[in-house]
């Protein structure tokens, strides 16, 4: 990698690598750094599916559809081992108290054209005779957009690896932003200094230790997510099975902390001679925790997937996935310029089992680096909605 | 096998506001355990250049920074430890004719708010402070501003506390908050502790020991650095900010210490943290430009220190949903060090009487910190 590119991009995960191709498509020289070597970038995806729906809770609708949009037209272009799949989804409404929103949701959904139905407690016992008694009654959604998480960042690394506008380098630690006259002007790193016109952040919990200099104050926490993995199954419905959330409630919410102090969310993906993922478990550490949590939280899920699934009691769970994931409090992702810092740029979100943003998010972060600015109706999602005065009132110069 | 303890209240965080919260909760005779993730007060609590300055407070906190100041003046005898407060009177000064329209614009609601600040023209500044550069156009003066020693206020109010049989933990990260009945469980690698509140005190740290607590708060972070120099003539009596507030100054025992803000390298998560030279540079030459004469101190050496801070600059304090008397939070203001002796003892009250909900009162409303519990923000985030 040259020491001078255009743009840096700091992290090759879906968001880094979609906003470094478009980028490219751009006619931006581009370099892509990473952390971990692909192998490692790989490491962890075992039985992960992306769901890309645009019908969630929480909105940004218009890059859910977005995201899917870019996802097939990317797939479109892979030559081999490479396919979204349409799977049915049954979003199981466990609250009594959700029942009359979820049928309302799927009423106004429906008439949208969205192919999805209510199913009564009876309707959905005649089709999956595995779901326990005490589920009120579900939402049905016919067709789902959902790939293989493996496959596609194959695909992706080696659609970056084989783009010569970029340049990858991959094991490189970024220790910090150079700033001159209030603008970034390259990264310190592990490989020396990296001087570049603008930089992108794109490195989840990781980024949180490269800007802290630069004066820039955000909000994002690192939170250690858990995936419970089951050996292969003979035979089974291929069903995403999850659970309704309410329309504009938190991922987080205080309900949906167990007593064991894990935020667990069943999110099962069951396919015929394939391994199933069958839940999520969520915790806030520090990222230097060691895996001492690990049995609880194996136990947090099959507990959670045994209480909502109990006729899938053959499962035998195999693996325990764990991964820091970037949480921010609001819920939004970060995307557009730092408050402050010139030619320097955020593109953050939290992953949860909902649904996938990451390809729009990676490709408004590169409209928004060519565009030098936010765009417009994007404003709600800019790091600029965190105030970063200083204590006199006035915006303060750093590294002058 | 984990040693397992029972507590009334536990404090989660030995800064400070941990400190000084857990000290007047002893003094009414609870039972509390302070527990840090490493050895107390390390982070902002220590590493703040000390300055208990009224001026450079945000303007919406200032009856309660006026308070402190008083306080702080008895501190050292109401705790029997010194806390190093000297009131040594302070100019902020500006620079520019812009910076002194700013002063000018603020001093009355300075004023008002009951702050005896006063502005200083050019003349009457090369004679009071002869010190100061040429390049200050003019100044606020309030002589209620003074300088503590944080190192010494944080072990004054630990070995207060620690006197009234309070207990501090050390080196015990809290891994886990799990409910147990109506108590909470928390659980850290050596200890697992059962409290029947949990206080968090946790600065940089307090978003996510709040989403531990099962409401994630939006506490953003920063590293503060100050720098100190080696012993020379005295020649700065008063403490010195810059109305930008990237500067202040203070001469102790012939050192100088220098802060204003600048921020180092590292985040809370990995616990890294570093000296920004580059920043730390721009410190210094702010310093030297607005007070030459220190240009001959050598620099002994620079420090840095994580601060929690809410997105608007206001404390977080209250307790957090469910509102069930198990849940509290104490974090993240600016100036945070200044105010801790009276904040920090408004919180213990709170605390003491169970519910913050039914005794906030009105110059507090604007702590509260429901303001980000998700009740509220759940309907912003509905877009649907």
Redesign the interface.
């Known amino acids: 990698m040259s020491s001078h590119s255009d743009v840096i991009v700091v992290g090759a995960g879906l968001v880094g690598m979609f906003a470094a191709m478009e980028l490219a498509n751009q006619g931006i020289q581009v370099g892509l750094i990473d952390s971990g070597s692909p192998p490692e970038l790989l490491d962890g995806l075992t039985a992960e599916i992306l769901l890309f729906r645009e019908h969630c809770?929480?909105?940004?609708?218009g890059m859910r559809v977005k995201s899917r949009e870019i996802l097939l037209g990317f797939i479109e272009k892979q030559t081999a081992g490479m396919r979204a799949e349409s799977f049915a989804e049954l979003q199981l409404v466990v609250a009594p108290a959700d029942v009359e929103a979820a049928k309302t949701d799927a009423d106004r959904r429906h008439r949208r054209g969205v192919p999805v139905e209510y199913l009564s407690e009876v309707e959905l016992r005649k089709l999956d005779s595995g779901v326990s008694p005490e589920v009120m009654g579900a939402l049905l959604y016919r067709d789902i957009t959902a790939v293989d998480s493996e496959a596609l960042y194959r695909a992706l690394i080696k659609a970056c690896e084989s783009d010569r506008r970029i340049s990858k380098c991959w094991g490189v630690k970024v220790?910090?932003i150079?700033?001159k006259n209030g603008r970034a002007v390259g990264l310190r790193s592990s490989i020396g200094p990296l001087q570049a016109g603008q930089i992108l952040l794109a490195s989840g919990?990781g980024t949180?230790?490269v800007f802290?200099?630069?004066?820039v104050?955000?909000?994002p926490?690192?939170?250690k997510t858990y995936r419970l993995v089951s050996q292969s199954i003979d035979s089974g419905p291929d069903r995403i099975v999850t659970e309704y959330i309410l329309?504009?409630?938190?991922a987080?919410?205080?309900d949906a902390?167990e007593?064991?102090?894990f935020y667990v969310r069943l999110s099962a993906c069951v396919r015929k001679g394939q391994q199933t993922s069958v839940g999520e478990a969520r915790?806030?550490?520090?990222?230097?925790?060691n895996g001492?949590?690990d049995r609880?939280a194996r136990d947090a899920i099959s507990r959670h997937f045994a209480a909502r699934m109990p006729g899938y009691e053959d499962l035998v769970f195999d693996n325990l996935i764990s991964r820091f994931n970037c949480?921010i409090?609001?819920?939004?992702p970060i995307v557009g310029p730092a408050p402050n810092v010139e030619a320097l740029f955020f593109a953050l979100y939290q992953r949860d089992c909902r649904s996938m943003i990451g390809p729009a998010l990676g490709n408004l972060a590169a409209r928004t680096m060519i565009a030098r600015k936010t765009l417009e109706g994007m404003e709600e999602l800019s790091p600029e909605r965190?105030?970063q005065?200083?204590?006199?009132?006035?915006k303060?110069?750093?590294?002058? | 096998m984990r040693e397992k303890r029972n507590v009334d209240i536990c404090m989660i965080g030995g800064g400070i506001y941990g400190l000084v919260t857990a000290y007047h909760l002893a003094k009414v005779g609870r039972d509390v355990l302070v527990i840090d993730r490493g050895p107390y007060g390390m982070e902002a609590s220590r590493s703040n250049a000390g300055s208990i300055a009224i001026q450079n407070k945000a303007l919406n906190m200032l009856a309660e920074t006026v308070k402190a100041a008083y306080r702080w003046g008895n501190l050292s005898e109401e705790l029997g430890f010194d806390v190093g407060y000297e009131r040594r009177g302070g100019f902020r000064v500006a620079s520019s004719e812009g910076d002194v329209e700013m002063l000018r614009s603020r001093i009355p609601i300075q004023r008002k708010a009951g702050v005896p600040v006063e502005l200083v023209e050019e003349k009457v500044i090369r004679k009071e402070a002869p010190y100061l550069s040429t390049e200050v156009l003019a100044a606020g003066y309030c002589h209620l501003d003074g300088k503590a020693d944080p190192f010494k206020a944080v072990l004054a109010y630990a070995k207060a506390f620690e006197r009234l049989n309070g207990k501090i933990l050390t080196h015990a990260p809290v891994k886990r908050l799990k409910s147990e009945g109506k108590q909470v469980a928390v659980e850290t690698p050596s200890v697992s502790i059962l409290a029947n509140k949990v206080v968090n005190t946790a600065g940089a740290w307090a978003g996510l020991v709040s989403a531990m607590m099962g409401v994630p708060l939006p506490v953003m972070w920063a590293l503060n650095m100050a720098t100190i120099t080696e012993p020379g003539p005295e020649i700065i009596p008063h403490i010195v900010t810059h109305c930008h507030g990237n500067l202040t100054v203070k001469q102790a025992k012939g050192r100088i210490i220098i802060g204003g803000a600048w921020r180092g390298d590292g985040d809370p998560f990995t616990g890294r943290q570093q000296v920004n030279l580059t920043n730390i540079r721009g410190n210094l030459s702010w310093a030297c430009t607005m007070i030459p004469a220190i240009k001959g101190f050598r620099v002994l050496r620079s420090w840095s220190g994580f601060q929690g801070q809410s997105p608007d600059r206001v404390f977080m304090m209250g307790e957090l949903p469910p509102y069930d008397g198990r849940f509290y939070i104490m974090a993240a203001g600016s100036g945070g060090f200044g105010l801790a002796p009276i904040i920090g003892e408004q919180m213990a009250e709170w605390i003491h009487k169970g519910s913050v909900t039914e005794n906030i009162t009105d110059n507090f409303k604007l702590f509260d910190v429901r303001r980000y519990c998700p009740d509220e923000s759940r309907k912003a985030a509905d877009m649907m």
């Open positions: 809770p929480g909105g940004l609708e220790l910090g150079n700033v919990i949180m230790g802290a200099s630069t004066g104050q955000m909000p926490m690192p939170e329309p504009g409630s938190f987080y919410r205080s902390k007593d064991s102090g915790e806030f550490v520090v990222v230097d925790n001492s949590s609880a949480f409090p609001d819920g939004l965190f105030p005065s200083a204590p006199g009132g006035r303060k110069s750093f590294g002058e």
